[in-house]
């Protein structure tokens, strides 16, 4: 991960060389001499950390911390200041500096703290991006499963909205995959390398929400010692994902409302407005038009989100998806847990694809995960199968599928699919599907499919 950006400004050259060699191991340390030329810096660049002394010539620290916190994403300010003038400390804080720290014996450690805490306020950004850049190949658009003519239908409609700013409402049962389909279009999008800040709105009571999506000022209500930034301001050029939308309360739905409609707002307790570019996708596991007719979630807000609304089916509307997932996840499962588990009789997948699967694929992914850390074999058999499942499964609801593919067709399938995609290229088609270069060789020949 980059390095936190620190800026030091101070027209003594013994406190700028001072506090770069400290701080040069964990952080990028830039320098200015003068408040005119840290401004320039500041302009031309983000910048996480700003250490300011107030006493310079020409733009001084003051001059200068107002015209950092006016700028898009302010950087956090430090102040430094001499022992002795603690009104002017004072000010500094009332102007938007974080911490103040006197000159001339400054405490390294104390700063180290200072700038660690200050990060940590935007450390939610940092974390989402570097986790993103984890999941970014698993949330490509590749690693979504789906054969089925209904998730065809679902890719199409992600493809199409993907690179328009348009909201998106998702829709569908727990489970069904609302959250990874929200990933990949934020991945399919011009967006793509700006936050995707995911929200889950039943998570919190109201008042919570409200500071976690629009942020805080300082002692805008008791307990909030410092200042707040909110997930909308996070998610600033990027996606903010809200989860659960038919959970938020009356209030937080036209707060909600005015953001869509303006794509502004003020932090809790702030005078100032806002602005953001964000797109923003909802999703939902309850029937909102439902909720609207009974009144209990607005029309408008309703209309709003729903510009584009894509509904995932239920796994069960597309049992034949079962085999292709079956496969990825044994492949996933059995690598995460050190085991290898390659094979399945075929009446486990009958009964795989007969089952309802109420959690859908979250609970087929949870299942095939427990059938490999139980193996006792490479083989999985029917005795592996978790007795609910066994017990819950209506064969004759897959009377036609009965003969339909074994896990090792499925595999077959998912490379053949994958190669297809990729074009012939063997090294991203092992990497996709999550098998190393060499096993994908050997499943060629097994399968035939060496000249693919
Ligand atoms: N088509 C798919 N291909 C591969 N994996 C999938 C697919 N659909 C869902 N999954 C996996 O199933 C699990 C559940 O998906 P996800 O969290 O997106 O569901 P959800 O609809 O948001 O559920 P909930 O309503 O409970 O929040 C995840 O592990 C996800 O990776
Ligand atoms: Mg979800």
Same mark, same amino acid.
């Given at each position: 991960?980059n390095?936190? #950006?620190?800026?030091?400004?101070?027209?003594?050259?013994?406190?700028?060389?001072?506090?770069?060699?400290?701080?040069?191991?964990?952080?990028?340390?830039?320098?200015?001499?003068?408040?005119?030329?840290?401004?320039?810096?500041? =302009?031309?660049r983000?910048?996480?950390?700003?250490?300011?002394?107030?006493?310079?010539?020409?733009?001084?620290?003051?001059?200068?911390?107002?015209?950092?916190?006016?700028?898009?994403?302010?950087?956090?300010?430090?102040?430094?200041?001499?022992?002795?003038?603690?009104?002017?400390?004072?000010?500094?804080?009332?102007?938007?500096?974080?911490?103040?720290?006197?000159?001339?014996?400054?405490?390294?450690?104390?700063?180290?703290?200072?700038?660690?805490?200050?990060?940590?306020?935007?450390?939610?950004?940092?974390?989402?991006?570097?986790?993103?850049?984890?999941?970014?190949?698993?949330?490509?658009?590749?690693? #979504?499963?789906?054969?089925?003519?209904?998730?065809?239908?679902?890719?199409?409609?992600?493809?199409?909205?993907?690179?328009?700013r348009?909201? *998106?409402? #998702?829709?569908?049962?727990?489970?069904?995959?609302?959250?990874?389909?929200?990933? *990949?279009?934020?991945?399919?999008s011009?967006?793509?390398?700006?936050?995707?800040?995911?929200?889950?709105?039943?998570?919190?009571?109201?008042?919570?929400?409200?500071?976690?999506?629009?942020?805080? =000022?300082?002692?805008?209500?008791?307990?909030?010692?410092?200042?707040?930034?909110?997930?909308?301001?996070?998610?600033?050029?990027?996606?903010?994902?809200?989860?659960?939308?038919?959970?938020?309360?009356?209030?937080?739905?036209?707060?909600?409302?005015?953001?869509?409609?303006?794509? *502004?707002?003020?932090?809790?307790?702030g005078?100032?407005t806002?602005?953001?570019?964000?797109?923003?996708?909802?999703?939902?596991?309850?029937?909102?038009?439902?909720?609207?007719?009974?009144?209990?979630?607005?029309?408008?807000?309703?209309?709003?989100l729903?510009?584009?609304?894509?509904?995932?089916?239920?796994?069960?509307?597309?049992?034949?998806?079962?085999?292709l997932?079956?496969? *990825?996840?044994?492949?996933?499962?059995? =690598?995460?847990?050190?085991?290898?588990?390659?094979?399945?009789?075929?009446?486990?997948i009958?009964?795989?694809?007969?089952?309802?699967?109420?959690?859908?694929?979250?609970?087929?992914?949870?299942?095939?995960?427990?059938?490999?850390?139980?193996?006792?074999?490479?083989?999985?058999?029917?005795?592996?199968?978790?007795?609910?499942?066994?017990?819950?499964?209506?064969?004759?609801?897959?009377?036609?599928?009965?003969?339909?593919?074994?896990?090792?067709?499925?595999?077959?399938?998912?490379?053949?699919?994958?190669?297809?995609?990729?074009?012939?290229?063997?090294?991203?088609?092992?990497?996709k #599907?999550g098998?190393?270069?060499?096993t994908?060789?050997?499943?060629?020949?097994?399968?035939?499919?060496?000249?693919?």
């Amino acid at each position: 991960m980059n390095k936190p #950006i620190v800026l030091v400004a101070d027209d003594e050259r013994g406190t700028r060389e001072g506090l770069e060699r400290a701080l040069q191991d964990r952080y990028a340390v830039l320098v200015a001499e003068d408040g005119q030329k840290a401004l320039q810096l500041l =302009e031309g660049r983000h910048v996480d950390v700003l250490i300011t002394d107030l006493k310079m010539p020409g733009l001084d620290g003051m001059g200068l911390l107002k015209r950092a916190m006016a700028l898009q994403k302010p950087p956090v300010c430090i102040v430094m200041t001499a022992y002795g003038s603690i009104e002017s400390a004072v000010e500094a804080m009332q102007a938007g500096a974080y911490h103040y720290l006197t000159k001339p014996n400054i405490n390294l450690d104390e700063l180290e703290l200072v700038i660690q805490r200050a990060l940590n306020t935007r450390q939610i950004e940092v974390e989402n991006v570097s986790l993103r850049e984890q999941l970014d190949h698993k949330f490509g658009m590749e690693t #979504i499963v789906g054969k089925s003519s209904a998730m065809q239908q679902v890719f199409d409609i992600v493809q199409q909205v993907a690179p328009t700013r348009a909201t *998106a409402l #998702i829709t569908g049962e727990t489970g069904t995959g609302k959250e990874l389909i929200a990933h *990949a279009i934020h991945n399919l999008s011009l967006r793509k390398k700006a936050p995707f800040i995911a929200v889950h709105a039943a998570a919190l009571p109201s008042t919570l929400l409200e500071s976690e999506l629009f942020g805080h =000022e300082k002692g805008a209500f008791t307990g909030s010692v410092e200042r707040r930034i909110g997930r909308f301001e996070l998610a600033d050029g990027g996606t903010l994902f809200l989860d659960e939308i038919g959970e938020l309360e009356p209030q937080m739905q036209v707060k909600l409302l005015r953001v869509l409609e303006e794509r *502004a707002f003020e932090r809790l307790g702030g005078q100032k407005t806002i602005e953001v570019d964000v797109r923003l996708i909802a999703a939902t596991n309850k029937d909102l038009r439902k909720q609207v007719a009974e009144g209990k979630f607005r029309d408008d807000l309703f209309y709003r989100l729903s510009v584009v609304t894509i509904p995932l089916p239920p796994l069960r509307e597309r049992r034949d998806d079962i085999p292709l997932l079956v496969a *990825a996840f044994l492949r996933q499962c059995s =690598e995460e847990n050190g085991k290898s588990v390659t094979e399945l009789t075929p009446d486990v997948i009958n009964v795989l694809m007969a089952y309802d699967w109420p959690g859908n694929v979250r609970e087929l992914r949870n299942t095939v995960e427990q059938m490999v850390v139980l193996a006792r074999s490479e083989k999985l058999t029917l005795r592996d199968v978790p007795a609910v499942i066994r017990g819950g499964a209506d064969l004759t609801k897959i009377a036609v599928v009965r003969t339909g593919m074994t896990v090792e067709e499925a595999e077959k399938e998912l490379i053949v699919q994958a190669l297809k995609e990729l074009k012939g290229n063997r090294t991203k088609a092992a990497e996709k #599907i999550g098998m190393s270069r060499r096993t994908l060789h050997r499943k060629l020949k097994r399968y035939g499919l060496e000249e693919l």
